[in-house]
């Protein structure tokens, strides 16, 4: 994929002056309701309303959308609102279909994210057509499978392609039903900063309240736009009830939202930036040199543990250094999640190190 100016034309086509927002019902569930939610949304700063036709769900059933006949309800709200509409494909025939609609934007859900098989089949029918598509990431936390699916679209041909961030799924209990992970969209970004990046706050808070900050935070990482799921009804939704939104507290929630400069103008700013900047680069190198330091040493007991014939885990120190290092990070405001995330990472090194020391 070729990294040059050729994915953002489309959303600068919309010659917005706010993020680009995609707004609507989690599910189409009757006429009236599309129509209600769309004219609703009509004077907000949404461009695309969405709304599932098919629904993917984890368990069977819930339910699994309108099917096909919702499409017809989307051409009327687009008639008479002007706005575009959205929904996920999930197979060809749902392609197919979408495109016979006149569909203008084309979702690629989670859970068809992670197979490459049914990726596949849908960047198949897709071909030829100009139509956006948006790849939103994978279920699991692999950035590969998630660019993997973008390549396959961009291989047809598509090149109105965008990304829609809606987090990842965990076994752990959190305050999230999906967690954000944003090192992940961050390194994606990276790698492709003419990608446009969109967020779904709704899928990652599960929730109403988390909304507005994971919005926030999305606008402070440069993000492009957002698809938030939004009701004229959000408790008796036929789906994701717990995190829809009216389009009154969606037009309220924009309206705080704050979108930063992604560079100041101003000279003093830009030299106190510079001075952090070094500032955090020194920092970074000492860090890498301690870690390095630290792992020489590690590799000193690799050599005295192979010579004694004793094992590579101690559980029981490992444990006594986690306590320690978790209750130090703590008075320096660091999070447990965080400190505890870096000793794993620095564990699995030095067990990796020792490993290699043991078995030479
Ligand atoms: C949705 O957008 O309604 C949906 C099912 O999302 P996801 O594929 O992100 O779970
Ligand atoms: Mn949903």
């Known amino acids: 994929m070729e990294n040059n100016k050729q994915f953002h034309t489309w959303l600068d086509d919309f010659k917005l002056s706010h993020p680009f927002v995609i707004a609507g019902p989690c599910s189409a569930e ?9 004219h609703q949304l009509k004077n907000s700063d949404t461009s695309v309303m969405r709304a599932g036709i098919w629904k993917p769900r984890t368990r069977p059933g819930n339910f699994e959308g309108v099917g096909s006949v919702g499409l017809k309800w989307l051409q009327r709200a687009k008639a008479e609102t ?16 979408a ?3 006149d569909i203008d934007v084309l979702w690629i859900g989670a859970r068809s994210a992670v197979s490459p098989f049914i990726v596949q089949e849908i960047a198949d029918a897709l071909r030829g057509t100009d139509k956006i598509v948006l790849v939103k990431n994978p279920v699991n936390p692999d950035l590969a499978l998630w660019l993997g699916a973008v390549e396959r679209i961009y291989k047809v041909g598509i090149r109105k392609l ?5 987090g990842f799924s965990t076994y752990q209990k959190t305050r999230y039903r999906n967690i954000p992970e944003w090192h992940i969209p961050i390194d994606l970004q990276n790698e492709f900063p003419d990608l446009p990046l969109i967020l779904d706050p ?6 109403r309240d988390a909304i507005f900050e ?9 993000y492009d736009g957002l698809m938030v799921e939004t009701h004229h009804d959000p408790d008796n939704a036929w789906s994701d009830a717990d995190q829809q939104i009216t389009p009154d507290a969606l037009m309220a929630m924009t309206e705080r939202l704050i979108v930063r400069k992604t560079e100041g103008e101003a000279p003093d700013y830009k030299n106190k930036l510079e001075t952090m900047r070094s500032r955090i680069d020194t920092i970074d190198d000492q860090l ?13 007991i690799g050599v005295l543990k192979k010579e004694n014939n004793v094992a590579i885990l101690q559980v029981k120190r490992w444990n006594e250094i986690l306590k320690r290092m978790t209750a130090e990070g703590g008075q320096l405001q660091l999070s447990e999640d965080f400190v505890l995330k870096v000793y794993r990472a620095i564990h699995q090194e030095s067990i990796d190190h020792q490993k290699k020391i043991i078995n030479k």
């Open 288 to 300: 890498v040199n301690l870690m390095g330091k630290r792992m020489k040493i590690v590799d000193e």
């Open 99 to 101: 495109l016979e609609h």
């Open 30 to 38: 009757t006429e009236d309701q599309v129509l209600t939610i769309a």
């Open 82 to 97: 002007g706005l575009l509409m959205a929904t996920e494909v999930a197979n060809a025939r749902h392609v197919e279909l």
């Open 202 to 207: 709704s899928h990652i808070a599960g929730n």
């Open 162 to 166: 965008g990304v829609v961030h809606r």
């Open 214 to 222: 994971l919005c926030q935070t999305a606008l402070d990482l440069n």
